[in-house]
């Protein structure tokens, strides 16, 4: 008995067998975002002053940047994830919607790209 | 055009529940984290720039406006933390009987608040008390 739905046959189109793929990067990252998250909010919030050089320290400092190394990628896909659930949720029009997705996807990875490349200048002593 | 059909009933139809609100709430927090992974990138980048591009930020983080988004952000941090880890529990297979769910939920708001409003304070402390 096969448990396929008569317009599934009809199209003739099966599972794409990558569904739960979205679904899994999500919870791996938000997993992941538990210590991060943590690390980052108390790491900055015992910092004594946000002064440019106390912030410089705390970046280039090697534990930390391996850290935020890990950290912006790891919040950028989870935010370029959730996003995209939220614009496939309420943008109606299949162009728009494409659109809205492939730039998020865009200012995402430029994202994670200029902020890794940040942290990597200021640690490897490439400062300003 | 799609054919007309009969639409489920809207969310004005349901009287409001806690757990209704923390749904939308996760929701509308992790939207505010995801372009607050921006500002950090920016501040970053403000770093990297050198110390006047830095001092322009941080001095535009102070201001009005600067101040309400950090306090947005922490806030949805600690919210977005809570609601998140009662999403990985359901995904266990656990804690979804009515009950559960709603004592999640309060729990959840109750968090979110605890956490807020400690950091909010040592925030605060540090820009306005002592030295």
Redesign the interface.
């Known amino acids: 008995m096969s448990l396929r739905s008569p317009l599934g046959r009809v199209t003739g189109m099966g599972a794409a067998h990558d569904g739960v793929a979205h679904w899994w990067a999500q919870?791996v990252t938000?997993?992941a975002?538990?210590p991060l998250?943590?690390w980052l909010?108390f790491a900055l919030?015992s910092l004594p002053?946000?002064s440019?050089a106390t912030?410089?320290a705390f970046?280039s400092a090697p534990r930390n940047a391996v850290l935020?190394l890990i950290l912006?990628p790891v919040?950028?896909y989870h935010?370029?994830l959730?996003?995209t659930v939220?614009l496939e949720d309420y943008v109606p029009d299949r162009g728009q919607r494409l659109t809205l997705v492939l730039l998020t996807a865009f200012?995402?990875v430029l994202?994670t790209t200029?902020?890794m490349?940040?942290?990597l200048?200021?640690a490897l002593g490439h400062?300003? | 055009m799609p054919t007309p059909r009969p639409l489920s009933p809207h969310l004005q139809i349901y009287r409001l529940t806690l757990t209704m609100v923390v749904s939308g709430v996760h929701r509308l927090s992790g939207l505010a984290l995801s372009a607050g992974a921006f500002v950090a990138v920016l501040w970053l980048i403000a770093l990297g720039r050198g110390p006047a591009a830095y001092g322009d930020l941080v001095r535009a983080l102070r201001s009005a406006p600067g101040l309400l988004i950090v306090a947005a952000l922490i806030v949805s941090f600690w919210f977005h933390l809570s609601s998140g880890i009662r999403h990985l529990i359901w995904d266990t297979g656990h804690a979804l009987e009515r009950r559960e769910a709603r004592r999640g939920a309060a729990l959840v708001v109750l968090a979110a608040l605890l956490g807020s409003a400690l950091t909010l304070v040592v925030v605060a402390h540090r820009m306005w008390g002592g030295a």
Do not use: E, K
């Open positions: 919870r938000s997993i975002l538990i998250g943590l909010v919030l002053d946000l440019y912030a410089v970046v935020l912006i919040l950028c935010g370029y959730g996003v939220v200012a995402y994202a200029a902020g490349f940040s942290v200048r200021l400062g300003p």
